[in-house]
């Protein structure tokens, strides 16, 4: 009787088992089964591409080593890393510090602020390739907004009595000079990247501590004090988001470069995302490419890492 | 009369309060600023409505002596943008709509039941929205051909969909967190199954959350490049981002055509950015500030 009662009972732990792991499995199995065959699995693929030799056409042939011995003597993988990091230090210092005064001046209820938001948010609305077009076309040496804007700057100084010549601002070209280019391509994504940080900035504002803040006025604390001792330790955690934030969409920086220079001229403004996409698909080198796009998740690891730590901590505050 | 006065005065002593502090040179900074980060959007708007010839002879701060729509009736014609946008819209409602449902479902798994692999799998989410698509790029690639679809909407389709199901299922688990358990739980002694419960208290309960997700992930697959270059080769199957890239190879001198293209390509994810612009901004904050 006693050993019936508990094989049934054990029996019953199993159904519930078993039906607890089919109602899961029921909201989890589709999304799961797309994301692992879509997302983790390429992720891993990529690793074992790397080690190989692949054309696209006959099927990749293992090398070991190779690729990753070729990419430390390549001169424009160099040209890349060094542009990169020249790129993550520009984003985390030039949007992040625009985009802080920003949020911290707009959270004042100016007059208008709304439309103050917009104006620094709309970029960000925009497609990063059409961001690239439209900044081409500015950079143009004849017919660009950028020249002719110079242009003009020039005949009131020549107007005024300096000796400059007007004509010239349409030589000056934007994207074919290998000093220049490397800046104006950085431009439109500092222009992208600025309205950004403010909104996260701005977000973060709202959850400083009211009190804290009175408190500290009590104590005194006005102006560039405040900000530094008060608000700004406050924000930390939005400053974390947003440098790594900044850091991961500089390695992921492809659609304006790959738009408006392909990474010229003559690898100034190659970054890895682009010369990944180059070697892989313009020079059917996909081996190749398979191991800058290795290096490149390499990088983003470390920087994931933060973030990820962060998160953790997070989590756990809110299961405590 | 006498009830407005307080309020009024209590308007003014508030915004005297706000006010306090910035700068009228800060302001006036602020202003400028905003008026540059703007150039570029105005400065592509008046030459797109310029005829080129009028923009050669006269150059670009002339006075225009003629508006003309022109460079837009040519962009959606002979260069095809009509045909662009359409592919857009055809790759991002299906993606859209797949991934907010598909994630709804994950988050709800993920919050509902604490098994032991629910926190490895949101990590795993987690980890996945900062990955560089340039790991994932030659292996889809390769994926797609392997299916036959390579070349086709579904390749764009189910990249977008399973990619963006991370960010998605990321946001909605902590939003469905902030609800207490309590809520399924008297469902389940009322007798309802897990999917009753999806369906009628959890999935309404997510819609803020959804369509904060819906306009931001709008905006990042119509946007997306990358994904339609590598996986759409036939020029009428493009989306109109790789489409307008497409055409300044052909039209390499007619800017005033690219321009006005690049501009009308821009109009829906305007649409959607002033028309839910408390959701989108929602939607790019509440991964940041909340863990």
């Known amino acids: ?68 011995q070729y990419l430390i003597a390549d001169p424009e993988f160099q040209h890349a890393v060094i542009n990169n990091a020249l790129w993550i230090l520009v984003f985390i ?41 439209i900044w081409s076309w500015i950079y143009l040496p004849q017919q ?34 290998p000093n220049l280019a490397l800046i104006a391509v950085m431009a439109p994504a500092v222009w992208r990247q600025t309205g950004y940080v403010m909104i996260l900035y701005l977000a973060g504002l709202k959850t400083v501590d009211a009190e804290v803040v009175e ?22 955690p939005v400053t974390t988001i947003v440098v790594v934030v900044s850091i991961i969409d500089s390695l992921r920086s492809f659609d304006i470069v790959n738009v408006m220079t392909k990474g010229g001229p003559v690898s100034a403004t190659e970054v890895l995302a682009n010369y990944m996409y180059v070697k892989s698909f313009d020079d059917n080198r996909l081996g190749y490419g398979a191991a800058i796009a290795v290096v490149l998740f390499g990088f983003a690891l470390i920087f994931v890492m933060m973030y990820l730590r962060q998160v953790m901590a997070q989590e756990d505050e809110g299961t405590a | 009369m006498s009830l ?118 949101y990590m795993m989410f987690v980890a996945g929205l900062m990955l560089p698509f340039q790991m994932l790029l030659l292996p889809v690639f390769k994926l797609s051909d392997d299916l ?21 299922s990321f946001v909605l688990r902590n939003f469905m967190r902030t609800v207490p358990p309590s809520l399924f739980e008297s469902a389940v002694i009322d007798g309802a199954t897990e999917w009753v419960i999806f369906r009628r208290i959890a999935f309404p309960l997510m819609l803020p959350g959804l369509a904060a997700l819906a306009t931001l992930e709008f905006t990042w697959i119509f946007n997306d490049f990358l994904w339609a270059l590598v996986l759409i080769q036939d020029t009428h199957l493009k989306p109109v981002t790789t489409g307008l890239a497409n055409l300044r190879g052909q039209f390499t001198t007619d800017y005033p055509l690219i321009v006005a293209g690049s501009l009308v390509a821009t109009i829906p994810t305007l649409i959607v950015f002033f028309g839910l612009q408390r959701y989108f901004i929602q939607g790019l904050t509440v991964g940041a500030t909340k863990g």
């Open chain 1, 93 to 133: 210092t030039v949007p992040t510090a625009a985009g802080l005064a920003l949020a911290t001046v707009l959270n004042n209820n100016l007059r208008f602020d709304r439309f103050l938001k917009v104006a620094y948010f709309l970029p960000m609305v925009i497609a990063p390739v059409i961001i690239a077009l």
């Open chain 2, 4 to 121: 407005a006065q307080p309020a009024q005065a209590n308007k003014v002593a508030r915004e005297k309060k706000f006010r306090k502090g910035v700068h009228p040179a800060i302001i006036v900074i602020v202003w400028f600023f905003a008026l540059l980060w703007l150039v570029p959007i105005v400065g592509a708007f008046l030459t797109a409505f310029r005829t080129f010839d009028d923009l050669n002879e006269f150059g670009l701060f002339s006075i225009p002596r003629v508006f003309t729509l022109d460079n837009f009736t040519r962009a959606w014609n002979t260069a095809n943008l009509g045909q662009f946008m359409l592919n857009s819209f055809i790759i991002t409602i299906p993606s859209l709509t797949a991934c907010v449902l598909l994630s709804s479902m994950c988050a709800y798994a993920l919050v509902r039941f604490r098994f032991a692999l629910s926190r490895p799998l």
């Open chain 1, 144 to 177: 660009g907004l950028l020249n002719a804007f110079i242009n003009q700057v020039l005949r009131l100084l020549q107007a005024i009595g300096f000796n400059v010549d007007p004509k010239s601002a349409y030589s000056i070209g934007w994207l074919g000079d």
């Open chain 1, 1 to 68: 009787m006693a050993l019936a009662s508990r094989r049934t009972r054990s029996a019953n732990y199993q159904t519930l088992a078993l039906n607890r792991f089919l109602v899961i499995f029921s909201f989890l199995g589709i999304p799961l089964g797309l994301y692992l065959v879509w997302v983790l699995w390429p992720t891993l693929y990529t690793f074992y591409l790397s080690l190989t030799n692949w054309d696209s056409f006959t099927p990749p042939v293992f090398v070991g080593l190779q690729n990753y």
């Open chain 1, 215 to 236: 408190a500290a006025k009590m104590d005194g604390a006005t102006g560039w004090t405040m900000f530094r001792y008060v608000i700004f330790p406050m924000l930390s």
């Open chain 2, 148 to 168: 036959g679809i390579y070349n086709t909407y579904w390749s764009l389709i189910l990249i977008h969909t399973a990619f963006q199901l991370g960010f998605c």
